[in-house]
């Protein structure tokens, strides 16, 4: 399923890309046309929710005698409604969005960076400082997507947390 998504969202981003008229050059992968290609991207790609849906209930030993394969949880699940497919929807949605939209912003500049000799901290700071016209409003862009994403990833640990550990004290 993995290849599917990506294969989708590769595609689906170029279409985007061109349909936005967004600028070709590498060096200009970082405007906010490509984000919001990859961010249109992300939500196409979130319409596989119903196969994603299907693969954690396969996946969760909780349902192991309750679903035998693919096509048996999906007309199981058909008895819940179609709503049942799209459990969890909205949170794949921002997940696909919002990470589809960093990753084709950002995979320019980075692929510049490979096989350059290694620059330290301050050469990379007075450099950023530099591009961002000596702003430091325009030095902190993109810092709320960075801490949407820390958000998200914290409360997805910090539940994960008490789960394991709920889990572990039962064997104490």
């Known amino acids: 399923m993995r290849m599917n998504n ?9 279409n985007f890309e061109s349909l936005l008229s967004c600028s070709a050059s ?3 992968s970082l405007t906010i046309c490509h984000a919001q290609a990859g961010f249109l ?7 596989l929710c119903p196969l994603e849906r299907v693969q954690v209930l396969l996946q969760t030993s909780k349902y192991h005698d309750q679903f ?5 949880a ?9 709503r049942e497919y799209y459990r969890g929807f909205s949170v794949v949605l921002l997940r696909n969005g919002l990470s589809n939209a960093l990753y084709f912003t ?15 901290a301050i050469q990379v700071f007075r450099e950023v400082w530099k591009e961002r016209n000596r702003s ?7 810092v709320h997507l960075n801490f949407t994403r820390s958000l998200l990833a914290w409360g997805i640990i910090t539940g994960m947390h008490g789960v394991i550990k709920r889990k572990l004290a039962q064997y104490e």
């Open 6 to 14: 990506r294969a989708l969202m590769f595609g689906v981003y170029d």
């Open 26 to 28: 590498s060096n200009t």
């Open 41 to 47: 991207s992300g939500i196409c790609e979130a319409m």
């Open 68 to 72: 035998k394969h693919t096509l048996n």
């Open 74 to 82: 999906f007309n199981q699940l058909r008895d819940y409604g179609y």
């Open 106 to 120: 950002l995979k320019g500049p980075l692929k510049q960076k490979v096989g350059v000799p290694y620059d330290s």
């Open 136 to 142: 430091l409003r325009g030095l902190y862009l993109g």
